[in-house]
């Protein structure tokens, strides 16, 4: 078994009227959050990982949008029941902070063994919905980061 690397990222989705992506995991339902992955290698480039996850976890293509790196990193703590996925000995993960504008809500195609259901809710419901703190502050801070984005 590889380890995970403890670097990720963290994508919110959303069109320019601020309606947010969210998708709930498989692996605990009720647990609603954006994209988000770790780096296949340590030297992937952080967009090529956003990118990357985005495809991977909804089929949305990166390149056909607004990616923005806001350029924003967090340190937290692994929760435990995650842990076994990372080298023994490793609690914390950097994660990397981006924004995917679409011009409008897709419909994604869905990873199975990742997600079970999706939705696109404003972006104040969207940050209510997140289990975890820093998915939910990522999404508040949607709004002051938003880049004009006319994605096609």
């Not at 992955?37 to 949305?60: C, F, H, K, W």
């Not at 842990?83 to 195609?109: D, I, M, Q, S």
């Not at 919905?129 to 984005?149: D, I, M, T």
Request: glycine share 4%; charged share 20%; net charge negative.
């Amino acid at each position: 078994m590889s380890y995970k690397i403890p670097e990720s990222v963290l994508v919110v989705i959303h069109t320019p009227d601020l309606q947010v992506l969210l998708l709930e995991r498989a692996d605990r339902p009720g647990f609603w959050q954006s994209v988000t992955g770790s780096l296949d290698a340590v030297d992937e480039p952080l967009a090529g990982t956003a990118a990357r996850e985005v495809a991977e976890e909804t089929g949305i293509v990166a390149s056909e949008h607004v990616l923005t790196d806001w350029h924003h990193t967090i340190e937290y703590e692994i929760y435990p029941q995650w842990r076994h996925r990372y080298a023994p000995g490793v609690t914390r993960n950097t994660e990397h902070w981006f924004g995917l504008c679409v011009a409008r809500p897709l419909e994604p195609k869905l990873a199975p063994r990742e997600h079970l259901q999706w939705q696109w809710l404003p972006w104040e419901q969207a940050a209510e919905r997140c289990f975890s703190r820093s998915n939910a502050e990522a999404v508040r801070q949607l709004a002051w980061r938003v880049a004009p984005c006319g994605a096609a």
